[in-house]
Each structure stands twice: as C-alpha cells, then as structure tokens.
C-alpha cells in the first residue's frame, strides 16, 4: 500500500467519528480518539481535531408544507428560520489543498437559529455510511493507521482490521470525487434520529441534504491544478451571483431497518421527504474567527428529534466537545 493510498485512508477513516469504551486507559475515549487524531494529522493550535479547514456562511431555512406531518420540531412548522453553515475538508490539517484526492470526505454542518433564541445542529459528511459501528472499533482502527507506516510488514495492522471489518474496508475502496463546489455535492447524517410529529407519531429516519445545483466533480487532472483553497473562493464567488440552495431532507426508515449502526445503508427505496430549502446568500466577513468559536453538536436537538439508541451519537457529542475544550 502506497503511502499517498495510506493518507487517503487516514482521512476518510479519522472524519468517522464514534463512541463506545475502551478498559485498561486512564483517559476516557473521547480523549483517546483526539489524542490519536492530533498524532496523525499533528496539532494546530485553534483548530479542530478534524475537519479542521473550512468556510462559514449565513444564509435562511423555510420549511416544506411536509415538514410538519415528520416533526413538530419548530424550525420545520412555521417561520424560516436563519442559518449558519459550515462547509469543511475532512482532515485535520487546516493547509491540506482543496483539490487533494485524500482531502474528503467534505463536511456540511448546520445551526438552526430558533426563535426562542437556543439553536439546533445537524453535521453531515459527502459520505452515505459509516466505516465502524462503535468507539472500540474506531479506535482500533486508528492505532492500527498508525502501526502501518512505511516499511510495516504485510499484512499491516491496517490491512488486517479492513480484512476484519467489510464495512470499513468498503468506506475505503469507495471511489471519492472532487467535488467542483460545495454546493455541487450531497451530505449525509448518517446517525439515524426519531422524528416526532404534533400528533406522536415517531419514525427514524437520516437526513440528506441535496445541492439544488446538482453532483458536479472535477476528475484528476481538474482538481490537481485547481489552487489549495479553492472551494471557499469558489463558493464566495457563487454566492456573489445568487444563494446556493439544498434541499434537506430525511430518508425514513422501514421496520425491520437498524437504526442503532451507522455502518448499514438503507435501501433507495426507502421514502425521502424533503422538509425544506436551505438557501445559502453569503460568506461570513471573518470566516476564520467565526469557525474557531463555532461549536456544532450532533445531539444538541428540539422537541421533535431525538437521539436514537445508535451508540455513536452520544460518544460523537463528547468527542466534538473535547475537541472543542482543545481547540478554544
């Protein structure tokens, strides 16, 4: 395995961020899994343990007219509710170039400004699954990146945790494109939640949020002599010309579906309803300083939407959280 694969893999790998417990470290996981991340990609004072490169923008949400038959969630009644948006790279590098084939998986994180003044998230990556099912394994799997240097005897310790683990092994091989834009490629929160409506019903199901302007990516050669930073200038030249729309919605599980492992990909034929526009109209004046005191969590949720029993979201929480307390 080449060492340009190998990167590839570490970052694809270290943007799945999961939960669990690990025996026998006096540390609890969450600090485990950001101290394994900051040896990978080093430490940067400021910034996040991954996803650490980004752009933020502003922009509004208006619910669809179905929204509310899926959750009585108040951002999806009523109202349009403004929006502060973070797109990302996926490493923990914050100078990795754009155009990098191992830069992705992009992220696409969302803060829902409520009327009531407190504030819900969704964080999404341009990946549909997870590699692993809990924190053990990601953990695992991240020590095992690190024992498979250069000059690491076959089959690595990497090589053996993917022959270990189809799921991980399939996330890998997946062939990850360049996107043109971020507004040119779709998210995925792959952690299912239990939506909610007026009348209590409640049915699991996983967002997706689906660029207006279509899946538009760059082959090889276009992304290799794009500039290091190019999708944040590209997206505050399209921004410039009009707002950039997504359609967020959520793919609703069927019985029988697992709702509690990220891991399994449901169906297409699972219905999608969409519940709003997401239209994005500008970059923030200092994008910089407005990500270092951004903070986005997975569980910070409305009545409406509550964590499923996948054991990912409340150790993704706490992982976010202590990277976080680093990074401030």
Request: hydrophobic share 45%; proline share 8%; no cysteine.
């Amino acid at each position: 395995m080449n060492a340009a694969h190998r990167f590839g893999m570490v970052i694809v790998l270290a943007s799945l961020i999961a939960g669990g417990a690990v025996a026998d470290d006096p540390r609890g996981l969450p600090e485990q899994i950001v101290d394994e991340m900051n040896a990978i990609f080093g430490k940067h004072p400021g910034f996040r343990a991954v996803h650490a490169k980004g752009v933020v923008a502003e922009g509004e949400f208006t619910p669809s007219a179905r929204a509310a038959t899926v959750s009585k969630a108040p951002h999806l009644r009523g109202a349009p509710s403004k929006i502060t948006v973070r797109f990302s790279d996926g490493t923990g590098n914050p100078e990795i170039p754009d155009g990098l084939a191992g830069a992705g998986p992009r992220g696409m994180a969302v803060k829902f400004h409520l009327a009531d003044g407190e504030s819900t998230d969704i964080v999404a990556n341009a990946f549909n699954g997870f590699a692993v099912s809990n924190g053990e394994d990601f953990l695992a799997m991240l020590r095992a990146i690190a024992a498979s240097g250069k000059g690491a005897p076959s089959p690595t310790p990497l090589e053996q945790f993917l022959a270990a683990h189809p799921a991980a092994k399939r996330v890998v091989a997946a062939h990850k494109p360049v996107p043109a834009s971020f507004a040119t490629e779709p998210y995925f929160g792959n952690n299912a939640l239990s939506f909610t409506d007026a009348e209590g019903k409640s049915r699991f199901g996983r967002y997706r949020l689906i660029p207006e302007a279509g899946s538009k990516f760059l082959d090889d050669a276009e992304a290799k002599a794009k500039p290091p930073n190019f999708l944040a200038d590209e997206l505050r030249s399209r921004l410039a010309g009009g707002p950039a729309r997504f359609r967020l919605a959520v793919q609703l599980a069927a019985p029988g579906d697992k709702v509690d492992d990220a891991t399994v990909v449901w169906p297409d034929d699972r219905p999608v309803i969409e519940l709003g526009i997401l239209s994005i109209s500008r970059v923030v004046a200092d994008s910089a300083t407005a990500q270092r005191a951004l903070a986005y969590d997975p569980l910070r949720l409305v009545d409406g939407i509550e964590a499923s029993d996948d054991p990912l979201l409340e150790l993704r929480s706490a992982v976010y959280a202590e990277s976080r307390r680093r990074r401030r």
